[in-house]
Structure formats: structure tokens, C-alpha cells
């Protein structure tokens, strides 16, 4: 059994782990695709593929282990989660990251918890505390902030792009409203 102090270590460890993992994978996705000089390395659909079957390799012990824990009536929720939580979101930031930069489609992907508030409230009588309201307002204000303030969509030839992720954040919230 871990000590008081060890679990603060290992809470902290597992925090930037998982900080430095999905914070770099904005980045790995656009340095999967691009090669320095711009010419393309691999198809946006070559990408959305190789992070699905990495993920799928590194999740198949546990789904082996559980599967036959998983009750049947559970199962559609798990193809839900599947689709909007992996599948398609993994598509959509590919390509949404042909045009944009690594740090404006991880500004878009902090969208997730407006929407999460939003669709948790709308479709699932989500309550939810004024604290909470009020932390993914200032949240959704400071991304706003710096997408508008930096001119970071408004230098793109079409909205197209940035709205391909911003729907894939979208695809995150219905997976986590689940």
C-alpha cells in the first residue's frame, strides 16, 4: 500500500504524463502528416488510422479482460462512446489539421467542456453548480479571446477546417455525455 506522500507523487506523475501525451498529440498528428518542407508524409486518413490501432493495441488487454463483465444492454452505449469518443474525432482533427495550426486546434479541442455543459443540460437534465457555469464561461471567453484576439481563424482561407475540429470536440462531448 502506497503512503499519503507516495500517492501525491504518483497522482503528479500520472498528471503530466497524461498532460505531455494529449498535449503533444496536436502536434504529432500535423509532424505525422508533414515533413518539414510542407510535402506530405502521410494522408490525413493514414494518421486518423495509425492513432485508432495504436489505441486499440494499447487498450486490448483491458478489453479482453472485461468483455464478458460488459452487460448486453450496455453495449450501444459502447459503440456510441466508440464512434463520437475515437472514431470520428480522430478523422475530423486530421483533417481539420491539412489547414490549421497544432496550437489552434488544441485551443479548439478546450471547447469540449462548453459543450459538454451544454448537451449534459439539454438532452440529459445535467445539473450543474454556478461555480461550474461560471469556470467554462471564463474558459470559453479566454479561448475566444485568443482565437479572435490572435486573428487565428480569421487567417484561414475558410472556416471549413477550424469547424471540422470544432465538431470533433463536439463528437467528445456526446462521448462523454454517455
Not at 488487454?61 to 469518443?85: A, N, Q
Request: with cysteine; charged share 10%.
Amino acid at each position: 500500500m502506497l503512503q499519503e506522500g507516495q500517492k501525491k507523487v504518483l497522482a503528479w506523475f500520472i498528471f503530466i504524463a497524461l498532460a505531455i501525451t494529449w498535449g503533444s498529440s496536436f502536434i504529432l498528428m500535423k509532424k505525422s502528416m508533414f515533413a518539414a518542407d510542407g510535402a506530405l508524409l502521410l494522408s490525413p486518413v493514414e494518421v486518423a488510422l495509425l492513432r485508432l490501432v495504436l489505441a486499440m493495441f494499447t487498450l486490448l488487454p483491458v478489453f479482453i479482460f472485461y468483455i464478458r463483465k460488459i452487460p448486453k444492454s450496455l453495449w450501444k452505449y459502447l459503440v456510441v462512446v466508440g464512434i463520437f469518443g475515437n472514431g470520428l474525432p480522430a478523422f475530423l482533427f486530421t483533417f481539420g489539421q491539412t489547414q490549421v495550426s497544432s496550437s489552434l486546434a488544441g485551443i479548439l479541442n478546450s471547447t469540449v467542456p462548453l459543450f459538454t455543459l451544454l448537451l449534459g443540460g439539454l438532452f440529459f437534465g445535467l445539473k450543474t453548480k454556478n461555480h461550474n457555469r461560471v469556470g467554462v464561461l471564463i474558459g470559453f471567453i479566454g479561448t475566444t479571446i485568443i482565437i479572435l484576439g490572435g486573428r487565428m481563424v480569421l487567417q484561414y482561407n475558410s472556416l471549413f477546417y477550424p469547424f471540422l475540429i470544432t465538431v470533433a470536440t463536439l463528437c467528445y462531448a456526446i462521448s462523454l455525455t454517455q
